[in-house]
Every structure is written in structure tokens, then in C-alpha cells.
């Protein structure tokens, strides 16, 4: 069963433009952390935003953690083309993560 | 990067048959996990392990079973593959348990026909 929903399923901008993408989840978590999957490769972590942070930064990333409402909240600043991937949430509870089925992302040069 | 490698990249098989994928890495570190990524599904974890022979159960274990004999090596073993197991197959690893990120490797994609 899936823990975490990402929103919207799929996102096209330009160049410049920001990006938001929502994960909603079910349970209570330990953490929350975004990941990012280029075509044919791995995911890649980007970010890890534990229950008690409501905010966090990393360089054009800015994610939002509302424990209340179950949700999170991804922003990439100032996109670029090579921003262009799927983009996933995970929440963490004990050993395992419980990832979403992902916003697909595509910005257009 | 992380230092992981599965083997194979790609693998064609037949129904029936046994398949084994390969899970290797440099880091150390001392869990490892099993995911497939179907469409429509996102990752789904198969099996993780927490230690040398210390392996358990994720959401979709059926069909599948998994041994660390090394820290280092990761098995995933289909004992009858199906074509319902058509997937691709990442490995991952991390330092801890989901406290902390985990790392990818580039993934095996396999085809049951």
C-alpha cells in the first residue's frame, strides 16, 4: 500500500519558472525525504525533513513539512531543462521507507 | 555516487526459470533493500536487510527471497520467475534505517516472457 501521494501525477513549465509538487501521506513518520529519478537511472536523495522541521533549504530546494495536515510540499526555485525527471516522496517510520508514485516533471527549454 | 552495482543491467528469461540478481557495494554500510518500479506503482520494497544474514519482509515479498553473506553482497533470488515479476529492480543501500537517506543504484530492468 502506498504511504505518500504525490500531486500533480505530471507538471510541465518554461524555464524559470518554479515548480511545486504536494506528497500527502497516512500514518505517522519519523521523517520525510525527496528523491529525484533521471530516465533510466537510480533515485537520487535530495532532501530529509524530520517530523519535528517545518522547513528546510538546499540550494533552489525548499521543502514544507505540515504534520498536522499529512503533508509536504517540494519547491525548485528558478528551474532549469536538466530539472526535467520524476520526483518522488518517502516517509520513514522504523526500517523501512514508503515511497510515493511520483510527479513527473518536464521544463521546457 | 555511492558505490553500488547490480548485475545484470537488462536480463530476458523464460517463465519458470530461476533468476538471480546481484546486488554489490563499496560503502560499507549496513542495510541494503530491494525495491521494483512498475508503472502506476512507484517502489514498492520486495526485501531489506539490516545486517549479515538479517533479512526481512517488505510489501511485496512473494515469490522472492534475498541472502547477505557478505556485508557487502545482496542477492535477490526468483526461485520460479513470472511473468507478473516483469520489472525493474533497484537495489539500495543506507548507513541506518529510514532515518536516513538511502542510495541508489541504476537498477536491473527484467523481462519474464
Known amino acids: 500500500s502506498q504511504q505518500g501521494e504525490e500531486d500533480p501525477q505530471a507538471l510541465s513549465i518554461q524555464e524559470g519558472e518554479n515548480a511545486t509538487m504536494n506528497c500527502s501521506y497516512k500514518t505517522s513518520i519519523n521523517n520525510l525525504q525527496w528523491y529525484r529519478q533521471n530516465s533510466g537511472r537510480g533515485l537520487v536523495h535530495l532532501i530529509l525533513i524530520r517530523s519535528n522541521e517545518r522547513e528546510k533549504h538546499s540550494g533552489r530546494l525548499r521543502v514544507t513539512l505540515d504534520t498536522s495536515k499529512k503533508s509536504s510540499s517540494l519547491l525548485i526555485t528558478a528551474s532549469r531543462a536538466a530539472d526535467t525527471a520524476s520526483y518522488f516522496c518517502a516517509t520513514g517510520n522504523t526500517d523501512k521507507l514508503i515511497f510515493g508514485t511520483g510527479t513527473r516533471l518536464q521544463v521546457f527549454p | 555516487d555511492a558505490g553500488i552495482t547490480q548485475s545484470p543491467r537488462h536480463k530476458v528469461t523464460e517463465t519458470g526459470t530461476p533468476v538471480t540478481l546481484r546486488c554489490h557495494q563499496t560503502?560499507?554500510?549496513?542495510?541494503m533493500y530491494w525495491y521494483r518500479q512498475d508503472p502506476g506503482h512507484g517502489l514498492r520494497l520486495i526485501h531489506y536487510?539490516?545486517?549479515?544474514?538479517?533479512?526481512d519482509k517488505g510489501e511485496v515479498s512473494d515469490g522472492y527471497s534475498v541472502s547477505r553473506s557478505k556485508t557487502e553482497d545482496f542477492l535477490l533470488t526468483l526461485e520460479s520467475a513470472t511473468s507478473s515479476q516483469t520489472s525493474v529492480y533497484f537495489c539500495a543501500i543506507s548507513d541506518s534505517d529510514s532515518n536516513q537517506p538511502q542510495h541508489f543504484g541504476d537498477g536491473t530492468r527484467l523481462s519474464i516472457l
Open positions: 560503502e560499507n554500510h549496513r542495510y
Open positions: 536487510s539490516y545486517g549479515v544474514k538479517d533479512t
